[in-house]
């Protein structure tokens, strides 16, 4: 069943892409350009949205490279940071979609709204 954020589903699929046997590096532009590159910020909860605007700005050093160029010259920190972006993004965004509150996971911190 399909939650109320389009992006849900585009998240979760580049959550996918994040694993495997590439390289990080690669893995990140992969899940980038086939599940993200086309997102709009206006299809995540209002509380993500700034959020997502600058991981994009940071995937395409706000939209004047393409994403392989500026993921290639990031730092090994840098690439491992952005995939993190993603999945707390995705976590944040399931976390929105959810009816009513519920407790955070276990081992997991409380995310922020800033």
């Known amino acids: 069943m399909a939650g109320p ?3 849900e589903e585009k998240f979760h699929e580049a959550l996918r892409a994040l694993v495997g046997a ?3 590096r690669k893995r990140l532009e992969n899940a980038y350009l086939d599940h993200l590159n086309d997102l709009q910020a206006a299809e995540l909860p209002a509380s993500q949205q700034a959020k997502f605007v600058r ?16 993921i290639e010259a990031m730092s090994d ?3 491992a940071e952005a995939v993190r972006q993603i999945l707390a993004l995705y976590d944040e965004i399931m976390d929105a979609a959810r009816p009513g509150p ?3 996971r276990p081992g997991r911190a409380q995310s922020s709204t800033a």
């Open 22 to 24: 590439a390289s990080q």
């Open 102 to 104: 519920f407790p955070s």
């Open 77 to 79: 920190d840098e690439v």
């Open 55 to 70: 991981l994009r700005d940071t995937l395409t050093h706000g939209e004047q490279l393409d994403p392989e160029i500026a």
């Open 5 to 7: 954020y389009p992006a």
